[in-house]
């Protein structure tokens, strides 16, 4: 299994780095993992560009944005409504409410082979870490007789 950090959070950029990604591991299973955390892709200013953004033949995992008290509730981006579009529109999408629940999906699904692409502008409440301990202590557990 392979894991990527990228730090994109703009849409244009989300969009790209997971098309550039599926090229470059053709054939393979994807999870796209977004944290909405940067100033801008917490407001709803680009909600429908994160839809074009995520619309694909894999599966995207979307946290709840970081930290939005400061920001009004129709500013808001809204995770669960991105979800529903890329539903709508066929992609595999999931809500996930915290990072646990990222790495507990990702733990459950992903296969050797496939590809974890994790975006985020911060620090993710420590999915790094967490995740190749999860990941490493599976493969652990897989080798064992």
Known sequence: MSLIE??????????VTIESIAERFKGHRLFNV????????????FQQDYM??????WDVLIAKPFN??????????????LVDD??????RAHLMNDVSSIIDYIDHEAKPGDVV????NGGFDGIYGKLISRLNA???RLSQP
Do not use: Y
């Open 6 to 15: 990228d730090f994109a959070h703009h849409p244009t950029a989300v969009k």
């Open 34 to 45: 977004f944290e909405p955390r940067s100033a801008t892709s917490r407001r709803k200013i």
């Open 52 to 57: 074009t953004a995520f619309t694909g033949d």
């Open 68 to 81: 939005q008290a400061s920001i009004t509730e129709e500013d808001r981006f809204s995770s669960d409504q």
């Open 86 to 91: 890329l539903k709508t529109r066929g992609t």
């Open 117 to 120: 692409l994790i975006m985020s």
């Open 138 to 140: 599976r493969a652990s």
